[in-house]
């Protein structure tokens, strides 16, 4: 293997434009770092979404029926808490 040789003038002239992108990134609240992150990744997570589409199946649960089922996990995830 080779060795990895760096240009000492380009050490010198401060840190790199990588560290400064870590640095803005940091600086960001995370809302704006989940936006980024989100932009950074809207085609991987476009066909992600496409593929989680085709493989749910449909349901024929009414609201009514969905929202009793919400509440009845809650009770029984504060029981387990707790327990």
Known sequence: MG?????PAANR???????LL???INKMSESEQ??????????????LSKE???SVTTHNFSSKEIDAMI????KN???KKKG
């Open 34 to 47: 989940k936006s980024l992150w989100i932009q950074i990744n809207k085609e991987k997570l476009s066909v």
């Open 22 to 24: 870590i640095d803005d």
């Open 77 to 79: 995830g504060n029981k």
């Open 71 to 74: 509440n009845e996990a809650r």
């Open 3 to 7: 060795t990895v040789r760096t240009n």
């Open 52 to 54: 989680i589409d085709t």
């Open 13 to 19: 002239k401060g840190p790199s434009t990588f560290a």
